[in-house]
């Protein structure tokens, strides 16, 4: 079998092919991976015209790419964001395709919402406080029983621990990262709104549970917003001055997606201001984080850029699986056509 594995221009191959080997079953052991690294959904190199099976990560597919793959007879989506890939053309030509969700997307979600309910917790301030041993009351220790106990013992407001359930989310971007975040987010009973370029068709927004919001409205309305948007070096930080101004006292800033798309002084003026609750960031302008006032402030969460980070192999886990019951003739998983 030949597999040819698309990628974005940003895509490392030498790390995916790791990560195939590691979960590779011995019967594909003699399947021959190549790589096409490439933002186009069309312009594909010559592998595309002699592959049996394309596996998509961040790449689409499109018709011209198709017609082109003569004996391509499977493609497997890594991410539940399926609109680049022309299913159509796939159904005319008979070629099955399966949509999964991207094991790094799910990551970078489960990360952004771990960063939530810290934040709304105050996670970080009470177990510092607490491995510090403080005790701001003076209460004389007891031993705990039913009824013999010392809810909030440091005497924290209730007001610093909302409910997720009452609060919005507001994301920036829509895309496949941001999707994640929201499948996720119903069960914990958030309003969530976007924001996005183009707004997305109302069958996707209903699928979601998500609200279409302008960039201005998203930022008064939202007590979190998390960044999933990403634009070039060049241009100017989604969030600047100016939409920090716009936002919530209450609000907290998440940033999963790339540290140039803060402006990180802006922000840190924001922060120290209390202008905003706080922000949780895995992403810096510059990293390893060397900004001393931004480690040191008690309203920010920082992680060493490890939202993506999961087990060798988790990433491909799923299409290496598809892969091999495709080739031994059983229904992949997330067969869509």
């Not at 939202?307 to 019951?325: K, Y």
């Amino acid at each position: 079998m030949r597999v040819l594995v698309g990628a974005a221009a940003r895509g490392r191959p030498r790390q995916y092919q790791k990560e195939i080997a590691a979960v590779l079953p011995a019967s594909l052991r003699n399947a021959v991976f190549r790589f096409d690294l490439g933002d186009s959904d069309d312009d594909w190199s010559d592998g595309i015209e002699d592959c049996d099976a394309v596996i998509l990560t961040s790449r689409g597919l499109g018709r011209r790419a198709i017609q082109r793959a003569k004996r391509l007879r499977f493609v497997q989506k890594l991410g539940i964001a399926s609109e680049r890939v022309d299913i159509a053309a796939c159904r005319d030509r008979g070629i099955k395709v399966s949509v999964l969700s991207d094991a790094g997307h799910v990551a970078v979600a489960e990360h952004t919402i771990m960063m939530m309910l810290a934040a709304a917790r105050s996670l970080l301030a009470t177990h510092h406080a607490v491995a510090r041993g403080d005790n701001p009351l003076n209460l004389r220790p007891i031993r705990t029983t039913q009824i013999q106990r010392y809810p909030n013992w440091l005497g924290l407001p209730e007001s610093d621990f909302p409910l997720l359930c009452d609060l919005t989310l507001g994301l920036i971007g829509f895309g496949e990262i941001a999707r994640e975040v929201a499948a996720r987010t119903r069960s914990l009973g958030m309003q969530v709104i976007y924001t996005k370029r183009s707004r997305v068709d109302r069958q996707t927004e209903r699928r979601f549970g998500v609200e279409y919001a302008a960039l201005e409205n998203l930022l008064s309305r939202a007590q979190f917003v998390s960044v999933h948007a990403t634009q070039g070096d060049v241009a100017p930080a989604i969030i600047g001055p100016r939409e920090i101004a716009l936002m919530r006292s209450d609000c907290v800033l998440i940033n999963t997606a790339r540290g140039n798309q803060v402006d990180e002084p802006a922000l840190l003026a924001a922060l120290k201001s209390g202008r905003i609750r706080g922000a949780a960031l895995d992403v810096f302008a510059e990293e390893p984080v060397m900004n001393e006032e931004l480690r040191n402030l008690p309203n920010v969460i920082l992680t060493p850029h490890t939202a993506g980070v999961m087990p060798t192999g988790r990433r491909f886990r799923d299409a290496v699986n598809n892969l091999e019951a495709f080739s031994k003739n059983i229904t992949p998983a997330g067969l869509v056509c």
